[in-house]
């Protein structure tokens, strides 16, 4: 069971099942302790992913190959990249979906470079990279914003006569949206040779924002209404497209999108953020109250953002893409899930403690930058994991360098 829920991606489930096993009296073995292990890389849950670590230790258990993998992509996913190297180095014997775990995250934690390093060493070893090591390093010149180098690695792949699957098709056309290149982006999209998906179509439309040309805009918009077309109950194509209205004050057609919506009844997905302290995971969305500790974090947000504030920072009201009054912007941006799990953090814990949180969705430009602030004014370092990527702030700047 524990194993099944990890392989579906259901982090919680298969978790509460590891915990039931541990009441009933089962000792677990290699196979339940790296399926457990995967599900906390999942869910960013590292204080159990640390004491799974240690159980294996202390119990004889013998560490192999696919175990050491597992600590590999956990401690990685949780942020803790030194110690995912570590454990990576002291493996004897590393096999190709080793390698593809340690590209991977370093990529993820903005450590594009390295991972590229990986990637070269792998090739030492004469290992033949698979479809995940082409993920990984497609991903570091993305969040790297390593275009040249994206180009002459997709270039390489082709040579070598390795097939490119969908995902490296959206990984190459999110670098080059990602770094402005939307004409390119479209350029490279209609010269593929197999239909896109949904997830590509959506890396074209949120690029859209970025440009305020006619034509650029247009051709997000008819991107957008296809979206529309062949995912017609995903929220997300809503309110892509609806953002991209907003991003050139189109309020109409914003508003008429946001209707569309209404009256299909489809509900846009809440951010939410997660915060893990003493083995319990406490998650929290946008403008919920219901934590029973919700007033004293309402305290810990006033004070927050009277610092912020004070530091002459002025909130980036057009991140909210809803017509209404600047005020009511930026209260909304003071309750972001992000931002209430970072109080809790702050409420409930001391420096030097790092502070983790998980977010489901991509954090906003005001929501970092408050962040960074933050991370300098209560000198504490914060690591958040949102949809794409790891953002370490301290001493006020963050690890992915502004790019993301």
Known sequence: M?????????ADQALRSFREMQKSGIPPDRVSLGSAISACAMSGALDL???????????????????????????????????AKNIFEAMPVKDVKAWGSMIYGLAINGLAEDALNAFSRMGETKLEPNHVTF??????????????EGKMYWSSMIESGFDPSLEHYGLMI???CRSNLIEEAYSFFD???????????????????????????????????HLIEL??????????????????????????????????GIKA????????????????????????????????????TDKVNGSGHEPRVSCVLHDVSDEEKGNALCQHSERLAIAYGLLK???????????NLRVCWDCHEVTKIISKVYNREIIVRDRVRFHKFKDGSCSCRDFW
Not at 55 to 61: D, E, F, S, T
Not at 135 to 148: F, I, K, P, R, W
Not at 241 to 262: C, D, G, H, T
């Open 2 to 10: 524990i194993s099944g829920y990890s392989r579906l991606g259901m």
């Open 49 to 83: 992913g640390e004491w799974l670590h240690a159980y294996v230790g202390k119990n004889g258990i013998e560490n192999d190959l696919e175990l050491s993998t597992a600590l590999v992509n956990m401690y990685a996913k949780c942020g803790c990249i030194e110690r």
């Open 135 to 148: 993920v990984g390093v497609l991903v570091a010149c993305a969040h790297g914003g390593l275009v040249s």
């Open 174 to 176: 999110d670098l080059l």
């Open 191 to 225: 010269s593929m040779p197999i239909p896109p998906n949904p997830a590509i179509l959506r890396s074209l439309l949120a690029g859209c924002k970025t440009k305020k040309e006619k034509k650029i805009l247009e051709r997000g918009e008819t991107t957008g209404k």
């Open 231 to 264: 995912e017609p109950q995903n929220p997300e194509n809503y309110i892509l497209l609806s953002s991209l209205y907003a991003s050139v004050s189109n309020w109409e057609r914003m508003r008429e999108v946001r209707k569309q919506m209404k009256d299909e």
């Open 269 to 304: 997905v809440p951010g939410c953020s997660s915060i893990e302290l003493d083995g319990y995971v406490h998650e929290f969305t946008m403008g919920d109250w219901s934590h029973p500790e919700s007033e004293d974090i309402n305290g810990i947000l006033r004070e927050i």
């Open 349 to 359: 814990t001391k420096a030097p403690k790092i502070i983790r949180v998980v977010k």
